[in-house]
T-cell receptor, first 111, second 116 residues
Framework: GQQLNQNPQSMFIQEGEDVSMNCTSS?????WLWYKQDPGEGPVLLIA?????ELTSNGRLTAQFGITRKDSFLNISASIPSDVGIYFC???????????FGKGTRLSVIA | GAGVSQSPSNKVTEKGKDVELRCDPI?????LYWYRQRLGQGLEFLIY????????KSGLPSDRFSAERTGESVSTLTIQRTQQEDSAVYLC??????????????FGEGSRLTVL
């Protein structure tokens, strides 16, 4: 099946630092999305990207849809303790196909 | 409620028993997904319902797994003759089934299945 390679698998950072994670694929996706999962809960949508080259921000979060449509990155600026969780990238080929998820980046923030 | 509701939240069963997990999607959402998440792992796609179209069952790991959906509402995931490797959190999600927003999934809190 379709695979999304998400890196890094885990990160330990100091509070206040910036964070960057990325997702790559061998095939094209026409929509890229980033989700965050807190312990014991389902993932929650952070940012959705619909156009190649698109750069979108949501507060301290910024995500980009790669120009080749095979990659995306997520940046978090000035991290805070509540940023702790698992961040998943997801890709969708077209509107009537299922969403494919990466394996997640587990973020830990040290106060 | 306004969100995706799943039940039971926790289920402990013995190996070989059948289990049913239920999902109530957000009203008006025509697309419904089931994912499996093993401990410390990512989300593994199981099945996808989109309106009245035939479901995409390509992610179901074996014929012990099946799912049904009644119209555009409740869905049930059934696992027959459960095995220990079926232990996981089963997440349900729904989304609008048309336009550019189909990838914007709203997840339930999951059903945690433990097979002894």
């Amino acid at each position: 099946g379709q695979q999304l390679n998400q890196n890094p698998q885990s990160m330990f950072i100091q509070e206040g630092e910036d964070v960057s994670m990325n997702c790559t694929s061998s095939s094209i996706f026409n929509t890229w999305l980033w989700y965050k999962q807190d312990p014991g809960e389902g993932p929650v949508l952070l940012i959705a990207l619909y156009k190649a080259g698109e750069l979108t921000s949501n507060g301290r979060l910024t995500a980009q849809f790669g120009i080749t449509r095979k990659d995306s990155f997520l940046n978090i600026s000035a991290s805070i303790p509540s940023d702790v969780g698992i961040y998943f990238c997801a890709g969708q080929r077209s509107g009537n196909t299922p969403l494919v998820f990466g394996k997640g980046t587990r973020l830990s923030v040290i106060a | 409620g306004a969100g995706v509701s799943q039940s039971p939240s926790n289920k402990v069963t013995e190996k070989g028993k059948d289990v049913e997990l239920r999902c109530d999607p957000i009203s008006g959402h025509t697309a419904l997904y089931w994912y499996r998440q093993r401990l410390g792992q990512g989300l593994e796609f199981l099945i996808y319902f989109q309106g009245n179209s035939a479901p995409d069952k390509s992610g179901l790991p074996s014929d012990r797994f099946s799912a049904e959906r009644t119209g555009e509402s409740v869905s049930t995931l059934t696992i027959q003759r459960t095995q220990q490797e079926d232990s996981a959190v089963y997440l349900c999600a729904s989304s609008l089934g048309w336009g550019a927003l189909t990838g914007e999934l709203f997840f339930g809190e999951g059903s945690r299945l433990t097979v002894l």
